[in-house]
């Protein structure tokens, strides 16, 4: 992600939107169409940062904003020129609408491109939304966050949805712990018993007691 965000180029045409748009996908974890229904009144870039999100089944739930993201916003902002001054969407695409999800991928897309310039190892990892939301997720469940906290975040209505994070966070440390060489343990299985072979092995040596002709 800091890779993606490096390759931003503020002095571009669409570079500080991009900006803000990339941070705020990262900062909330959100949905590709939860970012599409941010409104101005949707956000509170004073005292106590946030933006509230409109997420599945019509509920909506608030993420706090990092002051870096709430920066990046603010000049956005500043800048922003709708084709319609009635427009309600605060990210807009470049001739001046509502950006579309397909928007959204595409400016994924480009900056996931332009870092792989100087990060050949991300070509195997291609950005897209949903790669960001799982993104967050992870760095909260790696900063001991509580699952059940990250649900709340992400605007889970199952539990169980948010449990694969931990699954994969799991495979993680199994990938950890392989790199690691176990203690050597010379003590012999239980039924490796010396007696025990020797009478087993001289009753496989005794005479046949039933012949079949």
């Not at 694969?164 to 392989?178: A, F």
């Not at 009478?199 to 046949?208: A, F, Y």
């Amino acid at each position: 992600m800091q890779a993606v965000l490096d390759a931003v180029d503020i002095n571009s045409r669409t570079g500080i939107r991009d900006k803000a748009l990339l941070m705020l996908l990262y900062n909330t974890g959100a949905r590709v169409s939860e970012i599409i229904g941010i409104e101005h009144t949707d956000l509170q870039l004073d005292k106590a940062p946030q933006v509230k999100l409109h997420g599945k089944g019509n509920k909506d739930r608030s993420c706090p904003l990092w002051p870096e993201t709430v920066t990046a916003l603010d000049a956005y902002i500043t800048q922003r020129t709708p084709e319609d001054p009635e427009t309600k969407q605060i990210f807009l695409n470049s001739n001046g609408g509502p950006i579309t999800r397909f928007g959204i991928r595409h400016v994924t897309r480009k900056y996931s491109f332009l870092a792989q310039v100087k990060h050949p190892a991300l070509e195997a990892k291609p950005l897209n939304p949903h790669r960001i939301r799982h993104t967050t997720a992870m760095h909260l469940l790696h900063a001991n966050n509580e699952i059940t906290m990250i649900s709340y975040w992400l605007g889970h209505a199952d539990l169980n949805t948010t449990h694969m994070y931990g699954e994969i966070d799991m495979e993680m440390k199994r990938k950890m712990l392989e790199t690691v060489d176990a203690p050597k343990d010379k003590s012999k299985p239980p039924w490796k018993n010396e007696s025990l072979l020797r009478w087993l092995e001289k009753l496989t040596q005794q005479p046949e007691l039933c012949a079949v002709n």
